[in-house]
């Protein structure tokens, strides 16, 4: 996939190379192959995610390989920047090198929606370097930033592709978080990959219970889901093969790991270990949505709703006009007229093609060429997050 892109990748570094040019760059099951084909996941498998490079096997290709393999890691995701800063860490010599020893990596970006266009070239950056993918972390710094968020996806995108394949690892709790962009992030245009950030030790619950917590709030954003464990802070080794087999019995594709320099022993030992799928099955439901409920999860609702050619306001508040809409698409699907979106609405509103949405700091506008209708914040955007359920990015960012 390498030699098929290179084309691809040398007009990438021709415009991040450009982008970057007014300031210095700063730094502060496994048996796959380097390097990803046209439509596999590069998140297949097992991953480790590394903060500081100097801090995981004290940076040490070789060394980081040879771990790797022994813990059947296919893929290392390495910190390529924070906001606008490029991290020198991730660079063509470390990539080509752990490329050559049999591993993907991927890079990833701490953003904070800021400056994003600056954010997406450093992104770009990262991609021209040779990342097999890039995964943004996005947390509690854009929740109610959605015009931000829709410049740096359409700024990303045009730089690196429609195709190239990125992440998004947020908070797993969408409920928690009504603010919180996900359906720009994971919409039309945006992340192919979602990557909810499921570290159970932390949010103080069973991995059963997070996994339930977590499937049914991200799977309405139809994409497929690669959750993301803890292996810092000591957690039992027992919870990260169950972390894992669960992964295993909901089909996911693979699972990744917070973080290479915080895991000790028994957990690099247990993510490596033999697992089956867990007799468990996934849970077969949908977030209950009526009368009142607001936030993101509405505005992607109206969103699956207005792109099936139903009149409804997208503006993150479950209202009058909305319950029309589901009323109305509940009696042409022969579905039971409740007025809510309930467990047997959510499966034929998900085969919807959801309207394309721009969001913009200036009111609604001209959509222009790009096919997307052109929208001021939703309501919802004002809306506070409930709680962190994880530790504030501090800590791991």
Same mark, same amino acid.
């Given at each position: ?107 990833? %970006?701490?953003?904070?929606?800021? #400056?994003? $266009?600056?954010?997406? &070239?450093?992104? *770009?950056? /990262?991609?021209?370097? !040779?990342? @097999? ?96 464990? %803890?292996?810092?802070?000591?957690? #039992?080794? $027992?919870?990260?093969? &169950?972390?894992? *087999?669960? /992964?295993?019995?909901? !089909?996911? @594709? ?96 998900? %085969? ?13 506008? *001209? ?31």
């Amino acid at each position: 996939m390498r030699a098929r892109r290179t084309r691809t990748l040398a007009l990438i570094a021709a415009a991040a190379a450009l982008a970057l040019a007014a300031g210095p760059l700063a730094g502060g099951a496994s048996s796959q192959t380097s390097g990803t084909s046209a439509g596999k996941n590069p998140l297949a498998g097992n991953g480790m995610w590394i903060w500081y490079l100097s801090r995981s096997s004290h940076g040490r290709l070789g060394a980081i390989a040879k771990k790797a393999h022994a813990h059947g890691i296919d893929t290392v995701l390495i910190k390529s920047g924070d906001g606008t800063t490029y991290w020198n860490q991730f660079s063509p010599a470390v990539v080509s090198g752990l490329h050559a020893r049999g591993l993907n990596v991927c890079a990833w %970006q701490f953003i904070y929606g800021t #400056k994003p $266009g600056k954010e997406a &070239r450093v992104g *770009a950056a /990262a991609v021209a370097n !040779g990342a @097999d993918c890039l995964v943004l972390d996005v947390e509690g710094q854009y929740e109610g930033k959605y015009p931000q968020a829709s410049y740096y996806m359409s700024s990303l995108r045009s730089l690196v592709g429609a195709d190239y394949p990125i992440g998004l690892a947020s908070f797993p709790y969408v409920d928690y978080h009504p603010a919180l962009p996900y359906s720009v992030f994971l919409g039309p245009g945006g992340a192919q990959y979602n990557i909810p950030q499921l570290y159970w030790k932390d949010i103080g619950t069973t991995v059963d219970t997070g996994y339930i917590h977590t499937w049914v709030w991200n799977r309405i954003y139809g994409r497929p889901i690669d959750p993301l464990g %803890q292996v810092y802070n000591r957690p #039992k080794a $027992g919870q990260i093969r &169950r972390f894992r *087999a669960l /992964a295993m019995s909901h !089909g996911f @594709d693979g699972v990744s790991w917070w973080d290479w320099q915080e895991a000790g022993k028994r957990q690099w030992k247990a993510v490596g270990q033999p697992v089956s799928p867990a007799a468990a099955t996934p849970y077969p439901s949908y977030p209950f949505l009526h009368l009142g409920s607001k936030g993101d999860f509405v505005a992607w609702a109206q969103q699956l709703l207005a792109g099936g050619g139903y009149t409804v306001p997208i503006d993150g508040y479950f209202q009058a006009p909305t319950q029309s809409a589901v009323y109305a698409f509940q009696a042409d699907h022969g579905l039971p007229q409740t007025g809510n979106l309930d467990v047997a609405t959510w499966g034929p509103l998900l %085969q919807n093609k959801p309207l394309a949405v721009r969001w913009t700091t200036g009111g609604a506008v *001209a959509a222009g060429s790009s096919g997307r209708v052109a929208l001021p914040p939703p309501k919802s955007a004002k809306l506070p997050a409930l709680r962190n359920e994880i530790p504030p990015p501090g800590k791991r960012g």
